[in-house]
């Protein structure tokens, strides 16, 4: 008879053991998944940008912020970045060809494309020109609000659309590729609007971020040298409003992660370890199944079964266990991914919507793991029936010490790779050595 | 089945013996067996209990192999082969028929019947032939559906033989075959098996109890893990132990 046919009557028929071990399989597999996305998504992950390691936010210190006249002391004062932009992000009414959509607009400087390294897919890129007091005001819109507001019109380059009641051309559509680690729809430059938000005072920092992309070949270190001694300069210069502010540089993505990093990376080792658990729990209800059936696998060895088909049976019984246990585990994991993706900082869940909730190959990892380990489940009760054979066809029982012991820690081996593989991920990333090595 | 008695050489056991070992204690289940069964003979295993008898059998199923000695099963030495030759020659030569039947219970009669064949990968329109041949030949046919559950004891043992019988082994090795049955259950179990032995069947039986060893051709007696008598069974020549 067909294993699988077999092995799946087997577990019908003891549905509350089949239960137990599934259930127990889809928590570990679904926390673990669950986290282990997200940690991996915002971590392990590199940002979204071209060589994002290069990518360093700047700011005053004692502040995120800064003040659009230092802005331009530190773009003139540095040779260290290929790029070094000022942003902010706002709210506008855009009027669409149906309706008036509430959207979040980012006002960005001329350099603020080539920081994120980023080119119009369509149109043309942002100019300093455009970045200045009386240009002519234009836009340039993200893929996905090109799609949903615009019905992905390409006609729609050249053409007026109303911001605010404002009429802007659109310059410009970004790729699809693109995704700014800040809630943006729309994209416009930011020069227009200076007067307007009274950006020219020094002492008014309005919300505003600074991202640079260091030159190659020029590491962390020395442009935060360059940058602390133009800091000092300033400090020097209007002692008024820049007393103390000098400036502050971490990599992008340290930034990002911020505090989040600690708390997700110990709930990773905990969800670890509730894997591990459910692991040896499964095992060790397998194992004492196993034990319940030496004596049908002993009936079968004396009607001339080798080993491999009595493997191949306790594998089919167990690969079921655990392909049902990923199965549930998956739809466990994108509802507890949900929930965790709470946890995360709001500046960090921009860096989340180009993934469609779980992580593929997360998932896929965690069930090709869970399949082995349901292969580790066949093999130990097809060694332990091997062991406990002899006495089974005569009426004699008993269970053997040895055996459980090795099973068991067979189990324990493919929980702790459950374990090490994405511990071994989170410890490598360091990205302060990173910059620091290039 | 195989043929008639012929004076071929089907088992021969030189100076087996078997040692358990045990939390140091050593146990000599069997001393220096010398065993010739020839094809189609029907014998008999006889003796008190933990005398060696089912050690003696699972030996010479391949289930377990001597401590010391020699075992040749149709004119070939089966000491030295790897387990999955064994497993093939215990699939293809020998039928087991246990005392408590053993039967799965998770499979119906027919797939009991089926499992030894299924393990030779024979093909399936060959399996169905066999299997329902098997059945017939031991009155179960009727019913191939059941659950071992739903059978009577006598009735278990009945698909049991059948399971045995259906890949034509060349010999039925049955421990105790009537130990859990009623004496009308027995007789007819006795009775199947005679039948067997008269088509041709080579059986070695295991029974301590000497109303069913008469229905044997030739009768071992095992004491302490030592053969001390062999005789030709006939009614008049009966052991008394
Ligand atoms: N796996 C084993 N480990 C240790 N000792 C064993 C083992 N199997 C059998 N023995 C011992 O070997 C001896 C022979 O046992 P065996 O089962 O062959 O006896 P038997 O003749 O079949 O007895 P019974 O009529 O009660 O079934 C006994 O002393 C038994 O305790
Ligand atoms: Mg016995």
Redesign the interface.
């Known amino acids: 008879m067909n294993d699988l046919r077999y092995a799946f009557r087997l577990l019908a028929k003891s549905p509350g053991f089949t239960a137990v071990v599934v259930l127990t399989l889809a928590l570990g597999i679904g926390a673990h998944t669950a986290i282990f996305s997200i940690v991996n998504a915002t971590f392990l992950r590199a940002l979204p940008y071209p060589e994002p390691d290069r990518l360093v936010h700047l700011s005053e210190t004692g502040d995120s912020n800064v003040a659009y006249p230092n802005f331009e002391d530190w773009y003139a004062g540095q040779d260290v970045f290929s790029a070094l932009a000022i942003y902010r992000t706002d709210g506008r009414k855009l009027k669409t060809p149906d309706s008036a959509e509430q959207i979040a607009i980012a006002q960005v400087s001329a350099d603020f494309f080539p920081a994120v390294g980023v080119h119009a897919a369509q149109g043309r890129d942002l100019t300093a020109d455009d970045d200045r007091a009386g240009a002519a005001p234009v836009v340039w819109l993200t893929h996905a609000a090109w799609q949903r507001y615009f019905a992905g019109d390409p006609k729609i380059i050249g053409q007026t659309v109303l911001l605010d009641g404002a009429p802007t051309g659109v310059a410009g559509i970004l790729p699809a590729s693109f995704h700014f680690h800040r809630s943006a729809d729309l994209f416009v430059p930011l020069g227009p609007f200076l007067d307007q938000l009274f950006m020219r005072e020094r002492g008014n920092r309005n919300g505003t971020y600074v991202i640079g992309r260091l030159k190659p070949g020029v590491t962390f270190e020395a442009a935060r040298a360059q940058m602390t001694a133009i800091g000092r300069r300033l400090e020097q210069a209007y002692p008024k409003v820049n007393a103390g502010r000098g400036i502050f540089m971490q990599p992008l993505r340290e930034r990002l992660a911020g505090e989040a990093r600690t708390n997700l990376l110990l709930l990773l080792g905990a969800v670890g370890m509730v894997l591990l658990i459910a692991c040896v729990n499964v095992a060790n209800m397998l194992l004492a199944r196993s034990f319940g059936r030496a004596r049908e696998m002993a009936i079968r060895t004396a009607l001339g079964a080798s080993r491999r088909d009595l493997f191949r049976q306790l594998l089919a019984e167990s690969l079921l266990l655990a392909a049902a246990g990923g199965v549930v585990g998956a739809l466990l994991g994108a509802w507890g991914y949900d929930i965790v993706s709470r946890l995360v900082p709001w500046e960090m869940r921009a860096l989340m919507e180009g993934t469609a909730g779980l992580d593929r190959g997360v998932l896929l990892f965690i069930i090709g793991l869970t399949l082995i380990t349901g292969i580790a489940f066949g093999l130990a009760g097809a060694w332990a029936v091997n062991r406990l054979l002899q006495s089974q066809l005569f009426g004699v029982t008993g269970t053997d010490p040895l055996t459980y012991a090795g099973s068991a820690l067979l189990l324990l081996l493919a929980a702790l790779v459950a374990c090490y593989v994405p511990a071994r991920r989170a410890m490598r990333i360091n990205p302060t050595e990173a910059l620091r090595a290039e | 089945m195989n043929t008639e008695t012929n004076g071929q050489s089907l088992i021969k056991l030189e100076g087996v013996t078997k040692v358990f070992l045990t939390d140091e204690v050593e146990t000599h289940a069997l001393s220096g067996i010398h065993l010739d069964i020839l094809k189609g003979e029907y014998v008999s295993i006889a003796g008190p209990s933990g005398c060696g008898k ?1 050690t003696l059998l ?1 030996i010479l ?1 391949l ?2 192999t001597p401590t010391d000695g020699q075992y040749v099963l149709n004119s070939r030495p089966v000491q030295g082969l790897s ?2 030759e064994r ?2 020659i ?3 030569e ?1 039928g ?1 028929i ?1 005392q ?1 039947f ?3 219970g ?2 119906t009669v027919y ?1 009991n019947v ?3 064949l ?3 990968g024979m093909p399936a329109a060959e399996r169905k032939q066999r299997v329902n041949e098997a059945l017939e030949k031991v009155g179960m046919a009727h019913r191939a559906k059941h659950l071992p559950s739903q059978l009577s004891g006598g009735q278990q043992q009945r698909v049991a033989v059948a ?1 045995a019988l259906a ?1 034509y082994p060349s010999v039925l090795l049955a ?1 105790e075959p009537t130990g859990n049955l009623d004496s009308k259950n027995g007789d007819a179990v006795m009775e199947l098996l005679e039948n067997l032995h008269k088509t041709g069947s080579t059986i070695v039986m295991v029974t301590h109890d000497h109303r069913f060893a008469r229905h044997a051709v030739r009768s071992v007696h095992l004491f302490d893990g030592r053969v001390v008598e062999e005789s030709a069974t006939t009614k008049e020549a009966e052991m008394s132990l």
Do not use: H, K, Q, V
């Open positions: 089912s699972s199923g289930l377990d387990l999955a497993a093939r215990r699939n293809r020998i087991f246990f408590s053993n039967l799965i998770d499979l797939e089926d499992l030894p299924t393990y030779r399971r890949g421990d």
